[in-house]
C-alpha cells in the first residue's frame, strides 16, 4: 500500500513542481541527490574514486515536451562527458529516452544520442540507458542495439519484475550487449510485472545467474545482500554491483574491502522529484533515513 501511494505521487505533475521548488527540497534530498549542478556531482564522484568506487552520473529528468527541452538536455549530458574526460573521472553517464525526447519521436531521440553517444566513446566512457516504464521497452531496446552496433559504448538496463525479462536478457546477450539489472521502479499491471516481492526476488536470481554465465560485463543493482551473496562464486572482475548514492553505506564499504567492483548511481539536478519518490517506494526505510535528516536541520 505504501509503494503504490508513493508511486502514485510521483507521478502528480502539480506536487512535483511545489516540491521542486520548496525550500524544504535540500534537506529533503541531500542524502539520495548529489546536488543542483554537475560541479556537485563531480565532487560526489571524485570522493567516491579515492575509496575505490566507480560512478554513474545522471542528470535527473525525464518526459520532456519539445526538442528545446530535449536539446538542452542532451547537452548537460555532454557536460557530464567532458567532466569525465577531462579530469579523468573514473564514471559513466546514465540516461532515461525519455529525457532525449522519446515521447517526441524515435528519430528525435536518435538525432540527440548520437553526439553523446560519440562523445563517450571518445572519452573511454560508457552510455547506461536506464529502462522506464513497461510501454518503453521495446523503443528502449531497439536504439540501445542501434548505439551498441555503431558506438559499442552501451549499456542497457533490464528490470527484473517485467515478464518478459529474460528474453530480453538472452537476447542482449547473444548480441554481446552490456545489461545492467535492477528489479524495477514503476507502477505496471499484473500481467506486465511480477506482482510480488517475492517473485521479484526469485526472477532477480534466476536473471543475475544467467548475466553472470553468459553476459557481457554485466552489473547487478541491488541493495539487497542476499542477491550479492548469490554471486559471491562468480569472477569479481567478470561484473560489477552497482549502488544508489546515499543507500547502504557501510555495505558500499564493506564490497571494496572484499575486492569487489562497485559503481555508485550519482544523480544530480533540480528535476529531483520523481526519482526521489520512487527511491521512497523501493524501500521504505528510505523514509528513516529522509526523517533523520530533516530533524537534524
Known sequence: MLRSTLLFLSQRPGLR???????????LTHRFVAGQELEDAVAVCRKVNEERIEASLDHLGENVHSMEEAAASRDQVLRSVRAIESQKLRATVSIKLTQFGLDLGTEACRHNLQPLA?????????????MEASEYVNRT?????????????????????LRRSEEDIRQLNAEGIPVRLCKGAYQEPDEVALPSRDEIDSNYMKLAALLLESGVDPALATHDEAMMKAASTADRTKFEFQMLYGVRRELQRKLTREGYRLRLYVPYGDAWYPYFMRR????PANLWFVAQSVLRG
Not at 141 to 161: N, S, T
Open 280 to 283: 521512497m517506494a523501493e524501500r
Open 141 to 161: 531496446l531497439q536504439i540501445v542495439r542501434e548505439l551498441h552496433h555503431e558506438y559499442g559504448c552501451v549499456r542497457a538496463v533490464i528490470q527484473a519484475y
Open 17 to 27: 513542481r511545489w516540491m521542486e521548488t520548496s525550500p524544504i527540497a535540500e534537506p
Open 118 to 130: 560519440e562523445a563517450a566513446c571518445n572519452a573511454g566512457t560508457r552510455v547506461e540507458v536506464d
